[in-house]
């Protein structure tokens, strides 16, 4: 499992990737619960574009999209590159 940004998890079987993006809410006694909610792809390259996605959309300016996508873009990059030398 890859750890990214402590928002989401990439994880794969010998069939798709899986990325599991946290979701922070809570029970009925109102205590906090994390849940994962898990998207599926056949391709790293799509995982890659998911997240982008996802963190771009949260943004208000143009500077804020490249900042976000070039912060995205690294991270990506280097848990991948770590979860490789493993």
């Known amino acids: 499992m890859i750890e990214i940004a402590n928002k989401y998890r990439l994880t794969?079987?010998?069939y798709q990737?899986?990325?599991k993006?946290?979701?922070i809410g809570h029970?009925?006694?109102g205590a906090e619960k994390i849940h994962w909610d898990n998207a599926y792809y056949p391709s790293l390259e799509q995982v890659c574009m998911?997240?982008?996605d996802r963190e771009a959309k949260n943004c208000q300016?143009?500077?804020d999209i490249i900042f976000k996508l070039n912060g995205a873009v690294n991270i990506?990059?280097?848990k991948i590159e770590e979860a490789?030398?493993?």
Request: aromatic content about 4%.
């Open 27 to 29: 029970d009925k006694n």
């Open 61 to 63: 300016t143009a500077e």
């Open 17 to 19: 990737w899986i990325l």
């Open 50 to 52: 998911a997240v982008l």
């Open 12 to 14: 794969s079987d010998k």
């Open 76 to 78: 990506l990059v280097e």
């Open 84 to 86: 490789n030398n493993d």
């Open 21 to 23: 993006e946290k979701r």
